[in-house]
């Protein structure tokens, strides 16, 4: 996902990691195919803070570098169809 993309989410829009590296799996506890609801882009003292909804009561807190981690979920499943299809 680009950080177009992310300025662009909309609240309760699910977004899918797509990859993990050592300090996300480590500080978020997250992995590859986990799913998250967007909540808002918050500025917290100055600095950009990108809220997400997970596991419903959860909330994680994430800088604009996130865009490299996770795609929108509506998009994925369209690409799995269209790949299905021979597309």
Known sequence: MTL???KSL????M???TK????ICEYHNHQVGDE???LEIKDADGVDVVNF???S??????SYEICHYIERKVLLERDKKL???GI
């Open 53 to 55: 909804l997970r596991n």
């Open 57 to 62: 009561y959860t909330i994680s807190h994430f």
């Open 83 to 85: 790949s299905n299809l």
């Open 4 to 6: 177009e993309e992310l």
């Open 20 to 23: 993990v590296d050592e300090r």
């Open 36 to 38: 998250m609801t967007f």
């Open 15 to 17: 977004v899918v990691f």
């Open 10 to 13: 909309r609240q309760g829009e």
